[in-house]
Each structure stands twice: as structure tokens, then as C-alpha cells.
């Protein structure tokens, strides 16, 4: 079944005006100013079930190249172009094998990326020069909306900064570009919180999990009636990096629990369902791992802004429903990188 459950009640709009001496955000629901932002060769914010990307016409050169330079994103990094419906997959693909075709009517629209191989006339720019491209159909109904209106495929990355906290609601993106003029279609709170599944289907290659989502491998491999391998290969998908999703404190993850920083005041917390007194602000984000995805990058975000001097993140189960929070846990814990 596609991925279909009910969105929460989006929050109570809130516009960031423009100030005339000024560059700032501005959030908008006015979907006709949106698709026309989007035709005119500019970024757009767009809500998706999973995170909030940073949308552009997949088809202009000139469009795409300004969603590198605004997330400061490295161009060897290829992007998702997302479609209204599968049936616009064939637009963007040379080849889709059956096994994509089972994938994508189980699955689409919803929190799932195929790696398939890409017409000669899919900008190299949008691959990062592969000759395979990656494709979405989102299931937030804003966005469905978003791109039946606009007619064609959008690249949309996560909405930030290279490597920092990826957006799940229109004041996570603004806080991110508060100094850009970016419009931000808001669609509400993100309801998976998590980045899509990818999965590759290449010919001459077996079927690839190059990341994982909040629609498991199990779940995956049950459709497809065979194992997925969960190695990267050859093929560069986004969030690939070793340190992505990260905010800017300092953070460590652990399993067991480090008591003397309890006492500390500018340690924060975020704790999987087993919470302990702390003097320093905490989050709670219950042991049920479907709710735990969703507010993971919005407690990110509430800890990040209090300059805190490290945010302590309690490890959830071994278990494969926890694959994909482990998966960003790991990355936003990574060290950043000396200059």
C-alpha cells in the first residue's frame, strides 16, 4: 500500500514579512506564486512527509546550479527529481525494469527514491555526471499539489545548509536561510521526519539499499520478493557523507548513560522513552521508533538554539526498525571535519 497515512493539522501560519532594508524568508500557502517562483528560475522551499526540500525546475541549468550555491552542497553530490506521479518517471528514465515498476505501485507516492538509469537529456548537473538519476513521488498532498501545478519534475534536496539539521517545518527552513529572500511553500510539521529510502536498480548491478527510510528494508525486500543488498557499490546517493543531519553543538550519542553530565546545566538531552532527571534542558522522544523519526530533527533544532555546550542523545534498540534513525544518528554525531 502506498505510504498514505493521515498528515497532522498543519501549525497556524506564521508570515516573516519582508523589511524593505532587509533580506529575509517569507512563508507563504499561496500555491499560484509558488509554481510561478518555480517557472521564473527561482528556489522555493517545498513540504514534503519526510523533510522540506529546497525545490527547483529540474529542466533549467541555471535553476539547479542555484540550489548548490544556496546550500553551499558540493556538485558531486547528485539530487532526487520529484514527480506528481509514476507516470512521469519514464520522462526521466531510459529504462524501468519490472522490479521498479513493483516498487513504485506499492510504494509511490511516499517515502521512497529509485536509482534508475537516466535519459541522455537529464542534466548531468542533476546526477552529478552518473548516467543513473533518482526519482520521488511524495505523498504530503501539498506537495503533490505543488507539482501537479507546476507540470514537471523538481529537484528538492533538504532544505539547509551542506551537512547541518534538515528542516520538518517552514521555521526550520527560515532559521536556516534567515538571511535569503527564499519563499517557503509551509505545509505544516513533516509527518515521517526522516529522509526517503533510496533504493538503486541499475542494470548489470543487484538491487542496492543506499540508504535507509522509515519504509524498512524488510518491508522492501517482502514487495520485491528478493534481498536487497545494503552496501553502497558504485552508485553516490544523497546523505552519503559521514557527517550530515548534524547541528551545530557538539553531539555524542550513547548507550551507556554518562551520569555526571546529568548535573550539568548546559548539556542537553534527547532520550528514547527510558528519561532521566537533568539539569539541562531535555527531549523526550518515546521508544516507539515512527514517533521518535518524526520529532528527531525538530529536537535537533530546539536543543541547537540554546548554545548549549553539548547535546547528549540516548542510542534507541538494535533492531531494523530503528535502522534509519540509527543511520542519521550516526552521521549527526560524526565529528565535524578540521578545516
Not at 529546497?54 to 546550479?65: H, Q, Y
Not at 552542497?73 to 506521479?85: E, F, G, M
Not at 551537512?163 to 536556516?176: D, G, K, L, Y
Amino acid at each position: 500500500m502506498p505510504y498514505n497515512r493521515p498528515l497532522p493539522t498543519a501549525a497556524p501560519l506564521n508570515v516573516i514579512s519582508h523589511d524593505p532594508l532587509t533580506t529575509m524568508p517569507s512563508i507563504t500557502t499561496d500555491l499560484d506564486r509558488c509554481v510561478q517562483q518555480l517557472r521564473s528560475g527561482n528556489l522555493l522551499a517545498m513540504p514534503t512527509e519526510t523533510v522540506y526540500g529546497l525545490a527547483a525546475d529540474a529542466r533549467n541549468g541555471e535553476a539547479v546550479a542555484k540550489v548548490f550555491q544556496l546550500k553551499q552542497r558540493p556538485d558531486s553530490n547528485p539530487l532526487i527529481v520529484h514527480l506528481a506521479d509514476a507516470s512521469q518517471a519514464s520522462n526521466w528514465a531510459s529504462h524501468i525494469p519490472a522490479q521498479a515498476q513493483v516498487l513504485m505501485d506499492a510504494c509511490w507516492p511516499g517515502p521512497l527514491t529509485l536509482v534508475l538509469p537516466a535519459r541522455d537529456d537529464v542534466l548531468r548537473s542533476v546526477t552529478a555526471g552518473q548516467d543513473s538519476v533518482a526519482l520521488r513521488v511524495p505523498a504530503h498532498p501539498v506537495a503533490r499539489a505543488l507539482l501537479q501545478a507546476f507540470g514537471d519534475g523538481l529537484v528538492a534536496p533538504s532544505a539547509n545548509r551542506y551537512m547541518s539539521i534538515s528542516p520538518t517545518s517552514a521555521a526550520h527552513v527560515a532559521r536556516q536561510f534567515a538571511e535569503s529572500a527564499l519563499l517557503i511553500l509551509d505545509g505544516g510539521a513533516c509527518q515521517v521526519g526522516l529522509e526517503s529510502s533510496i533504493v538503486s536498480l541499475l542494470p548489470g548491478d543487484s538491487p542496492r539499499l543506499l540508504r535507509h527510510g522509515m519504509l524498512g528494508q524488510a518491508r522492501l525486500e517482502q514487495i520485491l520478493g528478493q534481498a536487497l543488498e545494503n552496501r553502497p557499490g558504485s552508485v553516490r546517493a544523497p546523505g552519503q557523507c559521514r557527517r550530515h543531519y548534524a547541528p551545530g553543538t557538539p553531539t555524542s550519542s550513547f548507550s551507556e548513560l554518562p551520569r555526571p553530565q546529568l548535573d550539568d546545566p548546559d548539556c542537553g538531552w534527547i532520550w528514547c522513552g527510558q528519561a532521566h532527571p537533568s539539569r539541562g534542558p531535555a527531549v523526550d522522544l518515546s521508544g516507539d521508533p515512527e514517533r521518535y523519526a518524526a520529532g528527531l530533527y525538530a529536537a535537533l533544532y530546539q536543543l541547537d538554539a540554546l548554545a548549549l555546550r553539548h547535546i547528549h542523545i540516548q542510542l534507541p534498540p538494535q533492531s531494523a526498525a530503528w535502522a534509519a534513525v540509527h543511520e542519521r544518528l550516526s552521521r549527526a554525531c560524526e565529528p565535524a571535519a578540521p578545516y
